[in-house]
C-alpha cells in the first residue's frame, strides 16, 4: 500500500540552526496521525516541507506519492492544510473567502463549505477582521476539509475553539477517516490526540524519538493500582514482581505502579482474599513528558 506520506532522512537546517534531522516516516491511507512534541521541537518545520513551502536540506518527502516540489496543482488539490496561525484575509467576509478558495480548488462556488459552517455555528456574512479568535480559526477549518482532499495536514487545529467545537472538529475528522482521508494532526495537546489518532509520533529537538500505536504506548505507560487484602500480605513478594514498582503496604492495603502487563501482579494477589481492586487509568500523559524531555529513549 503506497504511504500517503512518507519521509525519508528528511532534514532541514536554518543556517546552523536545527530544524529537523533524518526523519524517516510512514503514514498510512485512511489513518489519524498524531504528531506531537513540544513547541520548537520541528512540527511545524515538518509541515511546512511537506507542502513545499520550505526546501528541505537534505532527504526528501514524499505526499500521495508525489514530489511536494513536482507535484503542481493536481496534488494541491488532493491536500487540505490548516496552518497554526492561519493568515486570512481580513477584509472579505468568509462566503467572499471560502467562494475564492472554491473556485481554486475546482468547487462549484462554496461547495459543502456551506454545511460545514452550519456545523461550526459559523456567520459566513461578517468581515474575517471582525471575527473573534475562535471563529476565525472555524473559517481555517472549513478551508482546509471543504474540498474533501485525500489528506489532511492539520497544525495545532483547535487552537481557539471552544469545547463544544472541538467536539465537532473531532467528528469531522472521525467521518474522513470512515471514508479513507488520512490526517497528520500536529499538536501538543496530549488528550486531544489520545482520542482521536491511530498512531502518534513524538518529535523532540528535531528528531523522531518514537512512532507507535496508541495501545502500544499505553502498554509502556505507568497503571497505578490499588489492591485491597482482607488481612496482611509480605510487601517483598509484589516488590519482587517484574515490572512493578514504588509498592507499599499498610493495614492490608497494597499500592504500586506497574508497567506494561499487570498478569503476574493479579496472580500473586490472588493467592490471598482480596476485597477490592482500584486500577487508575494508564498515566499517558507522564509517559509522552519523559520522551519530552529525554527520559524516555530507553523506554
Do not use: W
Request: with cysteine.
Amino acid at each position: 500500500m503506497e504511504a500517503a506520506i512518507r519521509l525519508e532522512g528528511l532534514t532541514k537546517y536554518y543556517g546552523r540552526d536545527r530544524g529537523v534531522v533524518g526523519l524517516d516516516l510512514e503514514v498510512l491511507p485512511g489513518e489519524v496521525f498524531g504528531y506531537l512534541g513540544p513547541n520548537g521541537a520541528g512540527k511545524t518545520t515538518t509541515i511546512r516541507l511537506l507542502l513545499d513551502l520550505i526546501r528541505p536540506s537534505s532527504g526528501r518527502a514524499l505526499v500521495l506519492g508525489a514530489d511536494p516540489r513536482t507535484g503542481g496543482p493536481e496534488l494541491r488539490r488532493q491536500v487540505g492544510y490548516l496552518a497554526g496561525d492561519p493568515a486570512l484575509y481580513r477584509k472579505m467576509t468568509g462566503r467572499q473567502l471560502l467562494t475564492y478558495l472554491g473556485h481554486l480548488r475546482g468547487l462549484d462556488g462554496l461547495g459543502p463549505a456551506e454545511m460545514l459552517a452550519e456545523r461550526l455555528e459559523l456567520d459566513l456574512s461578517r468581515p474575517i477582521g471582525d471575527l473573534s479568535r475562535g471563529n476565525r480559526q472555524k473559517v481555517a477549518v472549513v478551508q482546509a476539509f471543504m474540498h474533501s482532499p485525500q489528506l489532511l495536514v492539520l497544525d495545532e487545529p483547535t487552537s481557539g475553539l471552544d469545547p463544544l467545537m472541538q467536539r465537532e472538529f473531532y467528528r469531522l475528522v472521525a467521518e474522513a477517516k470512515e471514508q479513507g482521508r488520512t490526517v497528520f494532526l500536529s499538536s501538543h495537546v496530549l488528550s486531544e490526540v489520545e482520542r482521536i489518532a491511530d498512531r502518534v509520533g513524538i518529535v523532540r529537538e528535531g528528531r523522531l524519538v518514537v512512532v507507535e500505536g496508541l495501545e502500544a504506548l499505553k502498554a509502556k505507560a505507568l497503571r497505578r493500582l490499588e489492591i485491597h487484602f482482607a488481612g496482611p500480605v509480605p510487601r517483598e513478594e509484589f516488590a519482587a514482581l517484574p515490572g512493578v514498582q514504588d509498592v507499599v503496604v499498610e493495614d492490608g492495603l497494597l499500592t504500586c505502579t506497574a508497567v506494561g502487563s499487570i498478569d503476574r501482579l493479579v496472580k500473586a494477589a490472588a493467592r490471598y482474599e482480596v476485597t477490592n481492586v482500584v486500577s487508575h487509568e494508564a498515566d499517558l500523559e507522564e509517559l509522552f513528558l519523559r520522551y519530552y524531555e529525554g527520559a524516555g529513549d530507553a523506554a
